[in-house]
């Protein structure tokens, strides 16, 4: 059963209406929301941690970090995953560890010519966080690719 609410509002709220006497011309010179260059196509991509890298937004390029296999193209968040940002280490690499223990440590990550790091040691709820990261970053960032170990590119 819905709420209703039964009112009548005073003549004098309702907005009054009126044709302009002039005709806009703020648009005559071209709309000054659009972008100067449309931005760069992106691909999927499959990638591996040594082709990830390179993503790390040090030379102001795109930030792309993986969580469980799964690459996301973070530049939007550039504040947060580039150079100097809380979340940096992660940027070019494989933060499934890091985001699981919520753990921005260097250790967290695997070295880029080793396996990629299996997760079997994880902790349902360490498991957990990884998923709500998963969540949250494919309701706010690109999915751009996909990462799997060097030996299988």
């Known amino acids: 059963m819905g709420l209703h609410l039964d009112f009548e509002l005073p003549a004098s709220s309702s907005p ?3 044709k302009p006497t002039t005709t806009p ?3 005559k010179a071209g709309y000054s ?3 100067k260059s449309h931005p760069p196509t992106v691909l999927f991509k499959t990638y591996t941690p040594k082709t990830l ?10 930030i792309l970090l993986a969580i469980n ?5 973070v530049t939007a968040g550039r504040n947060f995953y580039g150079p100097n940002g809380m979340y940096g280490n992660f940027a070019g690499r494989d ?19 080793q396996p990629l790091d299996k ?13 709500g990261w998963i969540d949250h ?9 996909k990462l799997v170990g060097n030996d299988q590119a």
């Not at 296999?69 to 193209?73: L, M, Q, S």
């Open 16 to 18: 009054r209406r009126r």
């Open 25 to 27: 011309n703020e648009f």
């Open 33 to 35: 929301w659009m972008p």
């Open 53 to 62: 890298v390179p993503f790390d937004g040090n030379d102001g390029g795109r």
């Open 69 to 73: 296999g799964i690459v996301f193209d």
């Open 95 to 113: 933060a499934s560890r890091g985001m699981a223990k919520q753990s921005f440590d260097l250790e967290m990550l695997t070295p880029i010519d």
């Open 119 to 131: 997760l079997e040691d994880l902790k349902p709820d360490e498991i957990d966080n990884m998923k």
């Open 137 to 145: 970053f494919s309701n706010k960032y690109i999915i751009c690719g």
